[in-house]
T-cell receptor, first 118, second 112 residues
Framework: GAVVSQHPSWVICKSGTSVKIECRSL??????MFWYRQFPKQSLMLMAT?????????EQGVEKDKFLINHASLTLSTLTVTSAHPEDSSFYIC??????????????FGPGTRLTVL | GENVEQHPSTLSVQEGDSAVIKCTYS??????FPWYKQELGKRPQLIID?????GEKKDQRIAVTLNKTAKHFSLHITETQPEDSAVYFC???????????FGKGTKLTVNP
């Protein structure tokens, strides 16, 4: 159990275009999902918390108009990188929180999306 | 907020030796401490976690110990194998939320 998928696994796009990344919890419901960005040889940097049915909460320094998050159902959150530029190139990873009594803060990660902006 | 420090940043051991990675946290209310293993280009995988009501947890060659008084927890890998080579991250909850704060990671290399 606790499987999270992410699509696409990699994407190459031109500067100025928008890219949508999907994160799905396949065998459990996730009221909360998280979006991280990871640079080479670095730790996971939390970008935002995605809450089902409400607005996402962004971390300090993350532009909400640049990184649009939608959590339309208990199994799907999407991240849209708008007007992408080369500096947005990175590894984007989502995670899903498996809630419920006694679940603590367990998070299960998707396989990540490698974004390259030309 | 929670602050997590992880040491060492790199660790190289010979196959069969033990490896220990240590993390400290700052929020005494934190009650859940997971460890993730991330191979190059892949997702972080939860390998073991410990909750604040126990001091040690083992799963085959992997164990985690927790010292709540000192606010530190450690990952122990015994009889290391080359496939244990990866980056390991510890984490602790951001107080009062479902967020996790991650350490900077330890790159473990197991030499055959």
């Amino acid at each position: 159990g606790a499987v999270v998928s992410q699509h696409p696994s990699w994407v190459i796009c031109k500067s100025g275009t928008s890219v949508k990344i999907e994160c799905r919890s396949l065998d459990f419901q996730a009221t909360t999902m998280f979006w991280y960005r990871q640079f080479p040889k670095q730790s996971l940097m939390l970008m935002a918390t995605s809450n089902e049915g409400s607005k996402a909460t962004y971390e300090q320094g993350v532009e909400k108009d640049k990184f649009l998050i939608n959590h339309a159902s208990l199994t799907l959150s999407t991240l849209t990188v708008t007007s992408a530029h080369p500096e947005d190139s990175s590894f984007y990873i989502c995670s899903a929180h498996r809630g419920g009594t006694g679940s603590y803060n367990e998070q299960f990660f998707g396989p990540g999306t490698r974004l390259t902006v030309l | 907020g929670e602050n997590v420090e992880q040491h060492p940043s790199t660790l190289s051991v010979q196959e069969g030796d033990s490896a220990v990675i240590k993390c400290t946290y700052s929020d005494s209310a934190s009650n859940y401490f997971p460890w993730y293993k991330q191979e190059l280009g892949k997702r972080p995988q939860l390998i073991i976690d410990i909750r604040s009501n126990v001091g040690e947890k083992k799963d085959q060659r992997i164990a985690v110990t927790l010292n709540k008084t000192a606010k530190h927890f450690s990952l122990h890998i015994t009889e290391t194998q080359p496939e244990d080579s990866a980056v390991y991250f510890c984490a602790a909850p951001q107080g009062g939320s479902e967020k996790l704060v991650f350490g900077k990671g330890t790159k473990l290399t197991v030499n055959p």
